[in-house]
T-cell receptor, first 112, second 111 residues
Framework: EAQVTQNPRYLITVTGKKLTVTCSQN?????MSWYRQDPGLGLRQIYY???????DKGDVPEGYKVSRKEKRNFPLILESPSPNQTSLYFC???????????FGQGTRLTVV | TQLLEQSPQFLSIQEGENLTVYCNSS?????LQWYRQEPGEGPVLLVT?????EVKKLKRLTFQFGDARKDSSLHITAAQPGDTGLYLC???????????FGAGTRLTVKP
């Protein structure tokens, strides 16, 4: 089944404790991206990747890191999480820019 | 920052009514998509429009892309409770590699 898999689905952590949210797709898509979704603000792009080893900042990259060592994986790293990073995070992949984006189930992160 | 503005933000209607939601930008889109998101799920694509003036229909949903490719609308005829959800427009602006989403229209259709 074609899908984007994010883990974990839920995470509660403390300020400053490094964490990684994993994202994997099995559709051989080149374009992958991370979004955060906050009430009234919609989905805001954090980082995106056009292909392996190519990553670029989106609208809200501060406090986040990503890597794209393999085509299928695009982890999101929070080196020192802060409470303002409490949000619902989505990973998405598509064949290319402007193509249908397939989203993961989301990761609800709470930083206390 | 090239923003996508959606209106209205909230819409609550009775079953059987018609509605239109809007997506506007000050910049030209290379392509624009409409997604629907249900609670606890990621957004799911409804349609992609590319050509200015394009109209696409998906059962009771009609999507229109503005002639200048700066705006789009989604019209739902005879809304049903199953149409309830968050409707998001997303676009790639000309010359950029990022995808931007609007804040969404939260639609509630009451039986």
């Amino acid at each position: 089944e074609a899908q984007v898999t994010q883990n974990p689905r839920y995470l509660i952590t403390v300020t400053g404790k490094k964490l990684t949210v994993t994202c994997s797709q099995n559709m051989n898509h080149e374009y992958m991206s991370w979004y955060r979704q906050d009430p009234g603000l919609g989905l805001r792009q954090i980082y995106y990747s056009m292909n392996v080893e190519v990553t670029d900042k989106g609208d809200v990259p501060e406090g986040y890191k990503v890597s794209r060592k393999e085509k299928r994986n695009f982890p999101l790293i929070l080196e020192s999480p802060s409470p303002n990073q409490t949000s619902l995070y989505f990973c998405a992949s598509s064949l290319g820019l402007g193509s249908e984006a397939f989203f993961g189930q989301g990761t609800r992160l709470t930083v206390v | 920052t090239q923003l996508l503005e959606q209106s209205p933000q909230f819409l609550s209607i009775q079953e059987g009514e018609n509605l239109t939601v809007y997506c506007n930008s000050s910049s030209v889109f290379s392509s624009l998509q409409w997604y629907r998101q249900e609670p606890g799920e990621g957004p799911v694509l409804l349609v992609t429009v590319v050509t200015g003036g394009e109209v696409k229909k998906l059962k009771r949903l009609t999507f229109q892309f503005g002639d200048a490719r700066k705006d789009s609308s989604l019209h739902i005829t005879a809304a049903q409770p199953g149409d309830t959800g968050l409707y998001l427009c997303a676009g790639q602006h000309r010359g950029s590699n990022d995808m931007r989403f609007g804040a969404g229209t939260r639609l509630t259709v009451k039986p």
